[in-house]
Nanobody
Framework: QVQLVESGGGLVQTGGSLRLSCAASGRSFSDYTMGWFRQVPGEEREFVAAISGTGGGISSTDSVQGRFTISRDNAKNTVHLQMNILKREDTAIYYC???????????????????WGQGTQVTVSA
């Protein structure tokens, strides 16, 4: 069983930055594919970025490329999402997710993840 706890959300102005963190409990963190998803009320959960267990494989959705960076620290069982040049359309609840296997291209699919955090709100104001 893995428990995920997100932190770092908040209110920021357009063009600003935030760094989200996700702390994972349990063993063998480096075996887990980690992902970030976001959701706006009334809409489907959207893939943001994901990283393989070793950190060698990274995927991100087109709308955040060049602005968001996912990284992980396997020694500290954490994964981060550095978000720069934030836009109003980035406003959402951001969820950390873990999958207990390598996913390859499937790391973009929410249904492939076994564990989810409670989410952290990110609000970008004008």
């Amino acid at each position: 069983q893995v428990q995920l706890v997100e932190s770092g959300g908040g209110l920021v102005q357009t063009g600003g930055s935030l760094r989200l963190s996700c702390a994972a409990s349990g063993r063998s963190f480096s075996d887990y594919t980690m992902g970030w998803f976001r959701q706006v009320p009334g809409e489907e959960r959207e893939f943001v970025a994901a990283i393989s267990g070793t950190g060698g494989g990274i995927s991100s959705t087109d709308s955040v490329q060049g602005r968001f960076t996912i990284s992980r620290d396997n020694a500290k069982n954490t994964v981060h999402l550095q978000m720069n040049i934030l836009k109003r359309e980035d406003t959402a609840i951001y969820y950390c997710a873990a999958a207990d296997r390598a996913l390859g291209i499937s790391r973009r699919t929410a249904g492939m993840y076994n564990y989810w955090g409670q989410g952290t709100q990110v609000t970008v104001s004008a």
